[in-house]
């Protein structure tokens, strides 16, 4: 097992990461009085490790998906914290997905005017990302993410044990996120273009976990709110992507990471700010993990939604982050009108084979 400490101006976290975390710290976890916050899905699957480690402190199973992440579910886990009697002197538990990572992360940071916070992460996707960093969030009025708090976890357990349940769809989710992580960080980079073949193994998210919250740590250290430029770059992809996933709804969010980064690696690539070698070496990466890229017949509509990207300073632009060379990342910001006609063109290119 690893630790790592990411040192922040609103408070320090424990990032424990490896075969074993979880039973090593979970037994410190339980002399705390807890609450712990678990998705339908993950409750069905571990009830009896919450149990075994944790006894017979409350917990609030919430239903699992994205739909969980809305206010009505936020105000109902602080009816039950409140119900269950939670002072300050209690630590919230957040165990499952990105989605439980969020919603139940803002809770902590209401509950009171904030309770600790501890992650478990249980997601692929939440392993290499969701989980470290601090941001948390509701999905509002139909736009991703609208409200939230910057929370820091006083500790991460990332424990492979998790992933062994984990269906095949959300391990491509989690590898949507790590494939960003690869095209910012030459090292990952290597590795993913190295063991391509091996993307899916175990063995390979347990090695390339680490190396990804590693990047994270370093980006949050030095950028913890998101005002420096640099954690911005932690939303590659994420631009087209979180606008396909408010529009299209039926994918997951990390597969909309995969679509998005395809469709701005293809900007990027006609605006010359991507080297071309490089751009269909992330594609080739992609496509392996995702299969066919969608083109989309509505996708310029689709993209409209990237108008309300928190990434943008003008209305009438939209600012992405763009891969650019190995290890280099680049910002572009076009107008609303060129950004869905290119995103349109992507997808008609698509639709007739020829990229
Ligand atoms: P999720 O939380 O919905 O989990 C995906 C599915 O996997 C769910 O059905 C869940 O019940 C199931 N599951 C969880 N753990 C399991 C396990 N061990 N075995 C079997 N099934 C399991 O989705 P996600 O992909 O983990 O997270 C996506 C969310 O994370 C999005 O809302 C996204 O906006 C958010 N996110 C946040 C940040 C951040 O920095 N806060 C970063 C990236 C993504
Ligand atoms: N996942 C984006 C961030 O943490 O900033």
Known sequence: MKKLIIRTPSGNSAIYCGAGAFAARAGQLS????????????????????NEYFGSCPVHVMPAGE?????RRLFSILADMSKSGVTRSYTLVAMGGGVVGDVAGLAASLYMRGIDLVQIPTT???????????????????VKNMIGAFYQPSEVIVDPMFLKTLPAREVRCGLGEIIKYGALDENIYEKLTKNAGRLFEESFAEDITYD?????????????????????????GHTTGHAFELYYKRRSHGEFVLIGMYYEI???????VCDPAYGRSLVG?????????????????????????????????????????????????LPVGEYCALISECAARIKEKEI
Do not use: W
């Not at 002399?31 to 919450?50: H, K, P, Q």
């Open 67 to 71: 739909r969980s992440k809305n206010q």
């Open 266 to 272: 293809y900007i990027a690539a006609k605006m010359g």
């Open 285 to 333: 990466l992609i496509k392996k993990v995702l299969g066919a890229v969608p083109g989309y017949d509505d996708a310029g509509r689709a993209a409209l939604f990237a108008k309300f990207d928190k990434k943008n300073t003008e209305n009438s632009q939209v600012s992405m982050v763009v891969p650019a060379a190995p290890g280099r990342s680049e910002e572009l910001v």
């Open 124 to 142: 692929l996707l939440a392993q290499v990302d969701s989980s470290v960093g601090g941001k948390t969030a509701i999905d509002f009025n139909g």
């Open 212 to 236: 990804c919250i590693a990047h994270k740590a370093a980006v949050v250290r030095a950028d913890e709110r998101d005002t420096g430029g640099m954690r911005k770059t932690l939303n590659l």
């Open 31 to 50: 002399e705390r009085r807890l609450f712990v916050v678990t998705d339908s899905n993950v409750f069905a699957l571990y009830s009896g490790v919450i």
